[in-house]
Every structure is written in C-alpha cells, then in structure tokens.
C-alpha cells in the first residue's frame, strides 16, 4: 500500500489534479478535501490525472462520484485521463465508463 | 583492641586528662545536668513500672510537674490508650523476657491531650546477684519520623488510588467497548438474514467474511419467498463502511425486500433501490450500492430451476456447470445502484440444470490483495479458475472451497466478503444416496 499524493495545477481547460498512489477507505478523504476546497467555473474541465494511481476501491469511487456531482452543479465536467487498466476495469463493471469522459492522457484531456 | 586505660602512656596520662576535664567543664555542668537537659528524655521505674526517676526534658514534652509523676504514675500511665494496650502485651513481656528492648515505637499522652509519638528503649538493671533491680529507659521524640512515615503512607494511599481510579477507568472503558462491539454484532446481524430459508429443488449455502470486527460491513445478501413457487435473492455491496455504510445495507435490504413484493422483476426491483438510494443520500456524500437481484423459480417437471436476474455495478455471477465446466454470467453496462438519478440496469437469464451452481460474491474476495508484497490483486480469472476447478460441487462444497481459499488470503482480504451460492442438486442414485459428485 502507498499514500495518497495529489498534485494540482491549472489549465486552459480549468483545474488538473495528478492522483497517485492509493485511493481507498484510508485515503479518500484527502482526495475529498481537495475537491471540496475547489472552485470550479461554469463551462471549465476538472481533468483528474490517475496515470499514477495504483489502487481504487469503493471509496475512491465514491469521490470520483462526488466529483462529478460538484462538477455538474458547477456547470462544468469532471474527465478522467489516463486511466490505469485495473481501475478501468472496476469503472467498467459499475457503468461509470459511461459517465465519465476518458482520455488517454492530460494532453488530450486539457486540448481544448 | 587498644585498651589505652589499662596502660596509658605516663607521659600523656596527665596531659589527656586534664584536656578531658577542660572540655567536660566547658560542654557540661555536671552529668545530673546532663541527664536532666539531654536531649531525650530518662527514666527510670521500678520493676512494677512506678516511676521513681524522670528526667526535665521528658517532663517537658509531657508538660507534667516532677511532683506528679514521681512515686505516683507508672510508665504505663504515661502511654496513649493504643501505647498502653502495647506495652501490656508485647512490651512489658520482651523486656522481662530478653532485660533489654529497643527502639520501640509508642505514643506518650502530652498535657494538651495531643499525642507524642515516640521510640522507647529500655534495659533492666540487675543487683550483683542478678536480681532485677529497676528498669532504665529512654524516650525519644519520634515526631519527625512519624510525620515522614505519615507522608510515605498518604503518598503510598495517593499512589494507591489513582491506581484504584486507572483501573476502574480500564475496567469501565473494556465494559463499554464490549458493549460496543456487542451493540455492532446486533446490527450486523440485522442486515443478513439469521438462515436462509428452504426452497424446494434448491439448494444454497452462504459465507460471510468480516474483515474487520469494528467495522460494519457493507456487503448483505438476502433470500426469501415471493409467493408459493418462486423465491427472490440479492447480494450486494455497499460502498464504505462503518455505521453510515450499515445505514445504507439496512436501507438497501429492506428497500428490496419491498420492492420484490410489488414488482418481482429484477430490474424494476434495482430501479426501485436506485431511486431510494438517491433520493436519500445525493449531493456531496453519495451513497451507492453494487448488487445482483434476482429470482429463482423452480421448474420441478422438467427438472431445472430458471434464474433470472439484473446487476447493478455488481462484477458477474458465475455459473458452473455439472459438465465441470464454469463461465460468468455477464450483465454489462448494469450502473451503480444509487449513485445517479436515472440509472440502467441489464439483466439475463439463465436455467440451473441438476448439478449446476450459481455463485454470486462481492469484491472483497476478487479485490483480495495478494503477491508477497500485497500488491496484485486476487482477481476475476483466478476466482474464475477455481469455480472451473470446483465444477459440478454442490452449494455448500462450493462455498466450504471458497472459504478456504479466502482463509488462505489472509489479511490479504481487507474488505468483508460475501458469498452465496444456488445449485440444482444432482440426482443421485439409490446406491448412492448423499452426492452423485465425487472429488
């Protein structure tokens, strides 16, 4: 198991945020506090950057969850780039890789 | 052994005795003002302890006149209550029995009714033809002692109690986490059903594995009747843990429980738990579920059982056949339960021959970390791997499997694991009655 390490930076397209390590039970609530603490504007993109993110159980999708439901108050989308292949195996099987926007990396996740 | 008086040096004899006698001249006055203003207190009594001796320091300390005492008082006299009680009984015994004894301690009556704790000694003195004469004693004032004696002991009583107090705090904080914990096994026992119930021409076997006895789990599962021949079954899992995650398994059971009865059909049962769900928890604390509903209805005169069912997020049961034979049961695109306020479900069918099992489990066992480094993940090939292998087991030969393999994961499972298991016996045959599976 490892920590949760989040790094931020701004885009054209709106905020990116680089997860890595482990998002579960333990952990989530870091990932939650860092999004609840963001502001997003109308028409902006929340990319999430998960090319690093070793683990994501329920508790992880959870907040990918609450994500979107912030973003879409907001006006805005939440995407997800990069998504590593156990994860997107979980996404697939919970019918979130019909919710969310992926891409395959930030680059084509922040084009505009 | 210098006996220096027995043979002094001639030329030092005078010398050392008149520096003697100068120093005595300076220290002392006499020996009687010696004995008077020592600074402990003299007595002596005779045999029967009448006091025919007393010295001004021990008067003093008393506060009692020479007059009243000499010839009147016994040493007795002059001791506490408790003292007195004492010197009957131990001291006055060992004095007469060893002539000496010392460093007693006692307690002397003072005039203002105070109590002056004291260490007595005395000794007989004996005639030449050892005879007891009279008997010397000195007192001294033991205060000071006492009061450091006193100390310790209020310390050592302190000491005593705030031990007394940690412990009760111990024992009361042991008492409510057992009541805790007992309050936690309730509810836990709640949310699954305390046995399944018989359905004709089915068998079924459960397993549920607690991760963590403080935690709630959030996996459930349930089975019952919808009317005289067919039965609705749903395993599931909630996401989180903890009494919120237990909040939502309660809602979730008995919100299918009811939606079952109204409409049986599977996915309208998970459109029913989905909508709930959302409407209850929405917002920046969402609340979902994963979960396989479904129905079973036996089919006695063509000899199979029909199943069908509808999953909502929920990774696919498995079905393994008589023939040894094992596959998933796929229900793609079925959404999370809960999390969105229109949600899709698929559902499929499918027919349980004898010999056929139906395993639906949560992701506790396929999401069991393994590896020496805990960092692969147990996954759905194995597990479908090890149905494969266990192909044609009855229920509950299938799940005593499964329970072995999570016991050999170890701590490697950190999440509760549910697991239930439908089969359609096998025939067996009259020379054979208990199972037609050999292994």
Known sequence: MSPLKIAARDAATGPVLHILGD?????????????????????????????????????????????????????????????PDNTLRILRIVGLDQLFPLYADTTAATST | MCRADEHPEPREAGAGAST????????????????????????????????????????????????????RKRFADLLTVGGRLYHETHFAPLLQMQGEISGIALEMKTCGSDRLPVLVSSAVKHSSDGEPLLIRTTVFDASDRRAYEQELLHR?????EARRQAEEAREQAEADRSRLQEALAVLQQSLLPASLPAVPGVETAVYYHTASPDRLGGDFYDLFPLDGKRWAFFLGDVCGKGPQAAAVTSLTRYTLRTAALHDPD???ALTTLNSVLHDRYTGGDPRYCTAI???????????????????????????????????????PGGFLVGALAHAHFASTTTELHPGDTLLLYTDGLTEARTGPDRTSLYGDDALLAFVTDHAGAPPEEMIQALAGLLRGLGDGVDDDTALLALGSPAHTSAHSPATSHLR
């Open chain 2, 266 to 268: 599977p996915v309208a």
């Open chain 2, 156 to 160: 050592k009583q302190d000491a005593d």
């Open chain 2, 20 to 71: 003697d006698a100068a120093f005595t001249a300076l220290l002392e006055d006499s020996a009687e003002e010696l004995y008077e203003s020592a600074p402990c207190g003299y007595l002596s009594t005779l045999m029967d302890g009448t006091i025919a001796k007393i010295n001004a320091t021990l008067l003093d300390w008393l506060g009692l006149e020479r007059e009243t005492v000499v010839g």
């Open chain 1, 23 to 83: 998002l579960d039970y333990t952990t989530a609530h870091q990932l939650r506090a860092h999004l609840t603490a963001l502001t997003l504007r109308r028409g902006q993109r929340l990319v999430l950057d998960l090319a690093r993110l070793d683990f994501c159980d329920s508790s992880g999708i959870t907040v990918l969850i609450a994500a979107h439901n912030q973003a879409t108050a907001a006006h805005a989308t939440l995407v997800l780039a990069a998504v």
């Open chain 2, 293 to 331: 509903f479904g129905v079973l209805e036996p089919d006695p005169a063509n000899d199979c059982v029909t199943v069908r069912l509808a999953s909502g997020g929920h990774p696919p049961a498995l079905v393994a056949r008589s023939d040894g034979t094992a596959a998933l049961l796929p229900t």
